[in-house]
């Protein structure tokens, strides 16, 4: 195998270990995202595998002598000659390059993504929360009390009672 394909094949196994494949489980809130997160987790293991199973494996070296016992030098000759000008080309990689500051650039972007969705997410815990206790407590609750937990709403009847605003 050529060290290329090692490569490529060495670097996709060490990636493979980096990813927080369980952390990423748990960001999923819908039974789509969980679904194509797992297609994709396959789809990963599945070239992962295939990278260091195919690729990672050197071929046997020919023993040409033991092809000169039995056909003749002159044939075998030919043929090692043709299979030693045999120039498999190199693989180069333009694209990681390329992509890779991107790449970066949209980790940052989704690190400071989930910041904000995790503090929205509180924020909308908190006010779920603070509904349901004003659901519970509506039959029961006076103005004043209402009043004391919405200031603002407070000052706002007041000013429209103040300047003699009825709404209509």
Not at 47 to 65: A, C, G, H
Not at 114 to 129: D, H, P, V
Request: aromatic share 12%.
């Amino acid at each position: 195998m050529s060290g290329a394909g090692k490569k490529v094949a060495d670097v996709a196994f060490k990636a493979g270990k980096k990813i927080d494949w369980e952390g990423m489980a748990k960001l999923m809130v819908s039974d789509e995202a969980r679904k194509e997160f797992a297609t994709l987790r396959r789809a990963f293991d599945e070239v992962n595998n295939e990278l260091q199973t195919k690729f990672s494996q050197e071929p046997e070296p020919i023993d040409w002598d033991y092809y000169r016992k039995g056909i003749g030098s002159r044939l075998v000759d030919v043929y090692k000659q043709a299979y030693d000008e045999i120039k498999i080309p190199q693989y180069v990689d333009t694209v990681t390059p390329e992509y890779k500051p991107k790449f970066d650039a949209l980790m940052v972007e989704l690190k400071e993504a989930e910041k904000i969705s995790l503090k929205e997410s509180e924020r909308l815990e908190k006010e779920i929360a603070d509904v349901q206790e004003l659901k519970k407590k509506l039959s029961t609750m006076t103005a004043d009390e209402y009043f004391a937990k919405h200031p603002e709403l407070k000052k706002k009847f007041d000013d429209e009672i103040r300047n003699d605003y009825w709404g209509y």
